[in-house]
Nanobody
Framework: QVQLVESGGGLVRAGGSLSLSCVSNGRISTDYYMGWVRQAPGKERELVAAISRGGAIKQYADSVQGRFAVSRDTDKNMVSLQMNDLKPEDTATYYC????????????????WGQGTQVTVSA
């Protein structure tokens, strides 16, 4: 069974940057997206960023457009998220995922999820 392991969360001041990484211990299917979902306390999960296997398709939440950048290394089964100009509202647990359909991701029985990494942005 494929497992995803995230790293790189932490505490940063507003305006700062953090980089998250997620590595799979197995091969991710060629038609699968990888990316990041976040959830803040008391809020619904939000798709932050996703990238297709070849990197041709990237999708971002409006709230992070222009500040976050997702990248993928298919040889290393890795997806990364560079987060710049962080804001307190970016505070959340960030989860890495792999799935073949972004429209059903949040309710998918087939998606693979990481354990989550905490990002905290202080004012």
């Amino acid at each position: 069974q494929v497992q995803l392991v995230e790293s790189g969360g932490g505490l940063v001041r507003a305006g700062g940057s953090l980089s998250l990484s997620c590595v799979s211990n197995g091969r991710i299917s060629t038609d699968y997206y990888m990316g990041w979902v976040r959830q803040a306390p008391g809020k619904e999960r939000e798709l932050v960023a996703a990238i297709s296997r070849g990197g041709a398709i990237k999708q971002y939440a409006d709230s992070v457009q222009g500040r976050f950048a997702v990248s993928r290394d298919t040889d290393k089964n890795m997806v990364s998220l560079q987060m710049n100009d962080l804001k307190p509202e970016d505070t959340a647990t960030y989860y890495c995922f792999a799935d073949n359909n972004l429209s059903t991701l949040m309710h998918s029985d087939w998606a693979t999820w990481g354990q989550g990494t905490q990002v905290t942005v202080s004012a």
